[in-house]
């Protein structure tokens, strides 16, 4: 699309914004979380707090 392709060509493809090191951060940031649901016993509702 002529939009797009205009961004693309003002703004980069966005490939340069990202750090290289994004997907090791990203993937800890996944890890922890699960973590952290795990030790809440891997359910989606929890009750609420009063």
Do not use: I, T
């Given at each position: 699309m002529k939009i797009s392709r205009k961004i693309r060509d003002e703004h980069g493809d966005g490939s340069s914004a990202v750090p290289?090191?994004?997907?090791?951060?990203?993937?800890?940031?996944v890890q922890a979380k699960s973590e952290e649901f795990a030790a809440?016993?891997?359910r989606v509702y929890l009750p609420l707090a009063d």
């Open positions: 290289s090191d994004f997907d090791a951060a990203a993937l800890a940031g809440q016993g891997n």
